[in-house]
């Protein structure tokens, strides 16, 4: 098992930064990769960026591409994502999740709301 909570949202206007963390307890978080997806009012949850367990690898959806910074410290077990230029479009509940690549398990973290006003 694998325990994940979610930090860092909140209400920020149009162009601003936040940086969300995910801290991990239980397994080996160096085992999992960890990925972000958020999940706005009356849509389907959808992926935002991934990193693999060295963080050697990291891919963003277009939509947050160059905006959007995925990062991991295996040291204090935390996946982070860190958001920039923030628009009203990224207004969502944001979720972390960890994967295992042999196993095929994952877990969800509870979410963290993002809000940014227009």
């Known amino acids: 098992q694998v325990q994940l909570v979610e930090s860092g949202g909140g209400l920020v206007q149009t162009g601003g930064s936040l940086t969300l963390s995910c801290a991990a307890s239980?397994?080996?978080?160096?085992?999992?990769?960890m990925a972000w997806f958020r999940q706005a009012p009356g849509r389907e949850r959808e992926f935002v960026a991934t990193?693999?367990?060295?963080?050697?690898?990291?891919d963003y959806a277009d939509s947050v591409k160059g905006r959007f910074t995925i990062s991991r410290d295996n040291t204090k077990d935390t996946a982070y994502l860190q958001m920039n230029s923030l628009k009203p479009e990224d207004t969502a509940v944001y979720y972390c999740?960890?994967?295992?690549?042999?196993?095929?398990?994952?877990?969800w973290g509870q979410g963290t709301q993002v809000t940014v006003s227009s």
């Open positions: 999740r960890a994967g295992h690549l042999e196993t095929l398990s994952s877990y």
């Open positions: 239980g397994r080996s978080f160096s085992d999992f990769s």
């Open positions: 990193i693999s367990p060295s963080a050697k690898t990291t």
